[in-house]
């Protein structure tokens, strides 16, 4: 899809909104789509959009346990921004914890969505392609594929969970604070604590086994790659 426009997928229950946001998205020449239900939206090919507006509360399957979907069975690591009303800090966390990229708070502005999702869009994980290859011992990380493997094994992560071992991996040996893990993965408008990051850590450590005991946390100094 590189030599095409960037797609996206909107999935919300109000018709109205819909067509605002596809049209505003479609004049910054982004391809967008629309499903008015989490069931329709799963019917559709999701490997073939490159980002996903996602509302929380709809009449069937919320947008979470959609996210859960696309995530766990799925398998997939296109980035989601979720729409919602909710800002209770244990929303957010869900969200996130169940593979969330963004989130927007419901009333929003167009122009403010538009935003998120040309951010979300470009934002990649730094000046990582200049070394698009990561490795220790087994572990290999490519950030052109965007695939993790242990011993040629794929590991599915989240898009989040994927931007940050990559980010650990080329500062090897180096604490990276949470703050600037925030500041580089997530958008700096999205409402997230240092929380998010630890949430992620965790769920990296599991994923990548054995060298899940390599990534150090340190109070005040943030968390370190020590292989």
Sequence with gaps: MSNQSPKILIVDDEHDLCEILEFNIASEGI???????????????????????????????????????IRKELQLTIPIIFLTAKTDENDLLTGFNVGGDDYISKPFSIKEVVARVKAVLKRGIGDLSSNNILKADDLEVDTTSKTVTISGNQINLTRKEFDILALLLKYRGKYIARTEILDRIWSDEVIVTERNVDVNIARLRKKIAQYGQFIKGKMGYGYCFKK
């Design 31 to 69: 391809e967008a789509e629309i499903a008015y239900s989490a069931e329709e939206a799963l019917k559709k090919p999701l490997d073939k959009f490159n980002l996903i507006l996602l509302d929380v509360m709809m009449g069937g399957m919320s947008g979470y346990k959609m996210a859960a979907k």
